[in-house]
């Protein structure tokens, strides 16, 4: 189980290193789902876990390829996306 910062320091690193960030779904009191990428980086999901009310842990798995449900996920949101701007916002 990993912390916020912990998580906030592997996002800095993955920048640093010229990788990209999207995300999937939004986190409520932590980043919620995240895919963490780049050239010459592993695969990086990150998930929110609920502990209690109050709390959130995350969990972090490493992929040297990208899981078929997180590619499908991605391509998804990017395909709505692109139908919210080729409509501009309206369907």
């Given at each position: 189980m990993y912390t916020t910062s912990q998580v906030s320091e592997l996002i800095d690193h993955y920048l640093a290193k010229g990788g990209d960030i999207t995300e999937i779904e939004s986190g409520v009191l932590g980043y919620g789902t995240l895919i963490l990428s780049g050239k010459g980086l592993k695969y990086a999901i990150v998930t929110e876990v609920y502990l209690n009310e109050w709390s959130s842990g995350h969990k972090i798995r490493l992929w040297n390829k990208l899981p078929k449900k997180y590619k499908y996920l991605?391509?998804?949101?990017?395909?709505?996306?692109?139908i919210k701007i080729n409509n501009n916002g309206t369907d």
């Open positions: 991605t391509e998804k949101q990017s395909n709505s996306l692109t």
